[in-house]
């Protein structure tokens, strides 16, 4: 495992080429004529955000900001789930070392990719319920396949989404729209999600996806660089700087959270539950 991340980051650190690199969770291709480069999240069966896959997407975005990128897409390997949002098994009877090493990795992932300096495209090619949501947020532009849920549904679990969770979505969405989809933990179809601007647009097939998302990098052909990124931070910058700030108070309360048995007892009813759809 190792060596093929070696492999991955010196790959991607030649930008020359044309490259698709096979790492176990994050599957990482350049596209040599445009320079953008596609990130397709495999973690089968839902590509939930366990301590590994979030290690590599974090070190994937930390070297494209490295080798100053064209652009990113980041899309699922799956045909109908986005991404599952967190592992929820890293949250259940959690080793309390890699528990906290896991949302210092989720916060980190969030920073490179809500403040990169290059473009960034969610396709939505599947369900993107609580964390998968964030991930789609985080991006400039979500271009969402038909016939699925997106959403931060914290609520409906019992949790409150972080501070950043929120200022993502209401970025997006507007403080009134958020304050209801948050408070309801509302999981939006595609047309709803249009509808309150969640997702910017909705299309048939990835392929539609990913030629809209090469339309939305047209549009910085003729735009400097640095007015984009220097525009992008001053609208984006304060949210991260905030996390910044209390990343380690938050890890505090939420080191004192995790350990509550009543909330260990809901997390394991909640997986239990996941469990027992499958055998209905
Ligand atoms: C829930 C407690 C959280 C505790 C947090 C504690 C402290 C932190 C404090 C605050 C922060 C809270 C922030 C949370 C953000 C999150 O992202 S929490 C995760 C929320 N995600 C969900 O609720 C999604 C649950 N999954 C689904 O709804 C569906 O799986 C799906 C995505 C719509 C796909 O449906 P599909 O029918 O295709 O698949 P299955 O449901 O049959 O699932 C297949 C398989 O995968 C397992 N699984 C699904 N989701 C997760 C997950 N998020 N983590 C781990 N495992 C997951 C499911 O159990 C099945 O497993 P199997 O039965 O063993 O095959």
Redesign the pocket.
Known sequence: MALRAVRSLAILSNPLRTYSTSGPLVNVSINEKTGIATATLQRP??N?LNLELLTELCTTLEQLEKNKSRGLILTSSSN??FS??????E?YKPNMDRYKQFWTTLQQTWINLYGSSYPTVAVVNG?A???GCLLALSCEYRIMLNNFTIGL??TK?G????TWFAASMRNAIGTRQTELALITGNLFTTDEALKIGLVDEVVQSKNEALEKAGKFFDKFKRIPPHARTMTKTSLRGADIQALVKSRNEEMNK?TA??NDPK?QEA?GM??ES??Q??NK
């Open positions: 069966p839902v939930s109908t789930v599952a949002g967190l592992d929820i098994y949250m369900h319920p609580a964390g549904n914290e679990l949790m409150i989404a972080p939420l959270f995790i909330l997390i909640y997986l996941l469990k759809k499958q």
